[in-house]
């Protein structure tokens, strides 16, 4: 494949992906967000044993293939349901009130038909020609990929952490510095298309939170990746990218990159909902242990109760500002400007940390019984955690960011 030849590479796509070709085109809104609450009792009921696999069982991969949840965000010429990028948000809320990891999973794995279609033309033919419904890990982590240019492509090397849905998945999509030299300063940040059969899993994932999600290691060394199943991460800021010409439709020229936190911020959403239905319902029937006086009788209770609500609706409103945003400026033909990209990663990290207290709010309100783990409070709790220490919702970084360019400070350019 060297020298820019792009002969086809033969691989047989997992077993649990569909036999048959289906297509969701033309599936609305608000159909694909009532396919995902009609899933919500399966999930429910394998909810324990997500965890226990540490990856998402087949029986819910399938059903989540049939209800074409994974395709929220592929391109309609490929028979991808192609909606608003907000749908991330309310499927992956709906998914999480019962199952964080499964929504984990959903909104990683579907994020990346949406990325796909950012690459060239030739390496979206290439997966989707085999099959449409192929899964696709990732790993974000820039600095664990050493790329470099060699004929035709580039030699990647490196060991990368926390790529979910890796066992579900036929391909990974690696981030990569490029450097001149090893001792270089990095020169380009691209992400390699690689198929499982040219990578290590390394089963690392033994985690207290999103147990589920099956996040483990990966490794690659001296693998020759051609060009063409590269992209530069910039060309996902929302700008013209090499895939625009054959995905035209505004959810391909929105700032990926940007609006990144999406993809995964509805979980926190769906934790904290999940968590107050569970809480709010028990505190109804509930007598306090020490004066077996109903526990809603408490003024103290009613407050947080007040509190916690206020916080979720908060968050889902900001989240769906953003998204509402970012859709009509793709669908006016214009590009964000650097301050509205900044603001939808401010808005991401302040809208999860809103949802994580929330939860902490609740699990005060849950007292003992949501220890128990025969109960799902201890796992929205723990999820809930767990997701909040993803990067994209660190208000250390992301604040900062913000903050930087807010208050006139010069730095380079964040990659958004």
């Known amino acids: 494949m060297k020298g820019g030849k792009t002969a086809r590479f033969e691989w047989i796509p997992s077993a649990t992906l569909p036999k048959a070709r289906a297509s969701f085109a033309g599936v609305g809104y608000d159909e694909m967000l009532e396919r995902a609450r ?6 429910a009921a394998r909810a324990e044993q997500c965890e226990q696999l540490r990856r998402l069982p087949d029986e819910t991969e399938r059903d989540l293939h049939e209800a074409g949840l994974f395709r929220i965000a592929h391109p309609a010429r490929v028979g991808g349901a192609d909606l608003d990028v907000g749908i991330f948000v309310d499927v992956c809320a709906e998914i999480a009130r019962v199952c964080p990891s499964t929504a984990w999973n959903i909104g990683n794995l579907a994020s990346h ?5 950012y690459y060239d033309p030739r390496i979206q033919e290439e997966i989707w020609s085999k099959s449409v419904d192929t899964l696709i890990a ?11 240019k060699v004929e035709g492509g580039y030699e990647v090397n490196g060991r990368w952490p926390l790529s979910s849905g890796i066992d579900n998945s036929d391909w990974n999509m690696l981030a990569f510095m490029v450097r001149e030299r090893d001792d270089g300063p990095p020169v380009d940040q691209r992400f390699a298309l690689v198929h499982r059969s040219q990578y290590e899993i390394i089963d690392t994932w033994h985690a207290v939170g999103l147990a589920g999600t099956g ?21 996902m800021t929302g700008k013209p990218h090499p895939g625009s010409d054959v995905n035209p439709s505004p959810l391909f020229r929105l700032p990926l990159l940007a609006l990144g936190p999406y993809v995964l911020s509805g979980v926190m959403l769906g934790c904290a909902r999940g968590a107050y239905e569970t809480t709010v319902g028990a505190a109804r029937k509930r007598n306090a242990t020490t004066t077996g006086l109903p526990v809603g009788a408490s003024q103290a209770i009613q407050i947080k109760v007040a509190e916690a609500g206020a916080r979720i609706d908060a968050a889902d409103l900001i989240m769906r500002n953003v998204c509402g945003h970012a859709m009509g400026v793709a669908r006016a033909g214009t590009e964000p400007t650097q301050s509205d990209k900044l603001r939808y990663r401010r808005d991401a990290f302040f809208s999860v940390r809103l949802c994580l207290e929330a939860v902490d709010i609740l699990m005060g309100v849950a007292g003992s019984s949501g220890l128990y783990l025969s109960g799902s409070m201890q796992r929205l709790f723990r999820d809930a955690h767990a997701a909040n220490a993803h990067v994209m919702f660190s208000p250390d970084l992301q604040g900062a960011i913000f903050g930087q360019h807010a208050l006139g400070m010069s730095g380079p350019p964040p990659l958004l």
Not at 38 to 43: D, E, F, M, S, T
Not at 113 to 117: K, R
Not at 138 to 148: C, D, E, I, Q, Y
């Open 38 to 43: 009609r899933l919500v009792p399966k999930i």
């Open 113 to 117: 038909h949406w990325m796909l279609a």
């Open 215 to 235: 996040s483990k290691d990966v490794a690659v060394k001296g693998l020759f990746v051609p060009e063409y199943r590269t992209v530069t991460a910039w060309a």
């Open 138 to 148: 990732t790993s974000l982590a820039f600095p664990s990929g050493r790329g470099r």
